[in-house]
């Protein structure tokens, strides 16, 4: 089976199980319950591994709740037990270390997306606004990454001067600033483009050049750049 070619057909797609298709199509093409699913590669007696999956996932609340949850605690669930709850913490701890080594100093910035994956790991569960600066250097690789502001449920305040002050400290030749929406829709609002536009207009008299603006929601982000508001990283 795994050297099968799945169809395309989503309609086809359901006679094949998680772990054909992970092979075939890839992780984008599996939910949340099938790729957890397959870490914890078997159910229990009356419920299979997708099921007790879903169970999961209810419990917590979403993958988010439970990444964040401890080992031990996971483990306790019915059916879980330690060796399957240690699974479950090693893949989310990976998935945080891959985070975090995209935006390590040095590296260089490729797209919104890789600001995204970091932002949306420092503030994954929290109810307020967090306004994040990423200093670049002239050739686009990362200085270091500030936390600018902290506003409400559903507002940062920002002002240019919080930004581009250590921006102009580090000798930073240009900027990337993201904030997360703790409602978890990316769609950027009238503020975030007021404020991404008047970034814009310090940035090119300070001579720090505004490379992106990211909107980081649950699953998805938007990006100024991408969007072709401003220049592409």
């Known amino acids: 089976m795994a050297n099968a070619i799945l169809p395309t057909d ?3 797609l359901g006679r094949y199980g998680p772990r054909e298709r992970i092979v075939q199509l890839g992780e984008m093409r599996l939910s949340d319950a099938e790729c957890l699913a397959l870490l ?4 229990q007696r009356g419920e299979s591994a ?3 999956a879903h169970r999961l996932l209810k419990s917590y609340g979403g993958l988010a709740s439970l990444a964040e949850a401890p080992v031990r605690e996971i483990g306790a ?7 399957r709850a ?4 090693a893949a989310f701890g990976i998935a945080r270390r891959l985070a975090e080594v995209r935006m390590r100093p040095g590296s260089a910035v490729r797209s919104g997306r890789d600001v995204a994956t970091v932002v949306r790991e420092s503030v994954r569960g929290a109810r307020r606004e967090t306004f994040f600066a990423l200093l670049l250097d002239a050739r686009r690789r990362i200085l270091s990454m500030r936390v600018v502001s902290q506003g409400s449920a559903d507002s940062a305040l920002v002002h240019p001067r919080e930004v581009f002050s250590p921006a102009v400290r580090e000798g930073a030749s240009a900027i990337v600033v993201a904030h997360n929406h703790p409602s ?3 769609t950027p609002s009238p503020e975030d483009r007021a404020v ?3 970034l814009r207009r310090a940035g090119q008299l300070l001579g720090i050049e505004l490379l992106d603006h990211v909107v980081v929601g649950d699953d998805r982000c938007f990006s100024f750049a991408e969007e072709s508001f401003l220049p592409i990283v």
């Open 10 to 12: 989503s309609r086809d």
């Open 40 to 43: 914890l590669r078997t159910g």
């Open 50 to 52: 997708e099921q007790m």
């Open 77 to 83: 669930e019915k059916g879980i037990g330690q060796a």
């Open 86 to 89: 240690a699974a479950l913490g």
């Open 184 to 186: 978890g829709d990316p």
């Open 196 to 198: 991404t536009e008047r």
